[in-house]
């Protein structure tokens, strides 16, 4: 005889639940590292036009206006970078916030989990002590015809 567990369906709920809230953290970790990315590149280019800077100071002559423009580029980096970390920040949030969903799912399906493997253990001590007492009996019965 297969036993059921009485929240079976709630169990299958919950898992649903979980899977559903280690795809919508999968999903936040990948806006940040793309976010994460993108700020690296930020650097990068800023770096680069550093570069750019000091090979244009070793040339000499008339390179004022170029370094102008790279010391600009260099400066809407460095506002791009300020906006992009607090974006950054909103998207950290929003992982963590889905980090602590995913890590209540799975206590909410392991709470069920424990509770039909003791459901399972008190069925199967029942089970055998009817098998016991069965058995008993059958003896008892085997002793009373031998006797008689």
Not at 25 to 40: E, H, I, P, S, T
Not at 85 to 105: A, F, G, N, P, W
Not at 129 to 139: A, L, N, T
Request: net charge positive.
């Amino acid at each position: 005889m297969k036993t059921k567990f009485a929240f079976e369906k709630l169990m299958e709920h919950r898992k649903n639940l979980e899977e559903l809230a280690m795809r919508d953290y999968v999903d936040a970790q990948g806006n940040l590292d793309r976010a994460n990315r993108l700020m690296d590149r930020y650097y990068d280019s800023i770096e680069e036009g550093r570069n750019q800077v000091s090979s244009l100071e070793n040339l000499g002559g008339k390179i004022l206006g170029q370094l102008e423009l790279i010391e600009s580029f260099i400066h809407g980096q460095k506002r791009r970078i300020v906006e992009h970390r607090e974006q950054v920040r909103s998207i950290i949030q929003d992982v963590e916030k889905k980090h602590e969903t995913l890590i209540e799912r799975a206590r909410e399906y392991k709470v069920l989990e424990r509770l039909k493997e003791k459901q399972m253990e008190k069925i199967k001590k029942e089970k055998k002590k009817r098998e016991m007492k069965s058995v008993d009996e059958m003896v008892v019965m085997g002793f009373g015809r031998r006797k008689g």
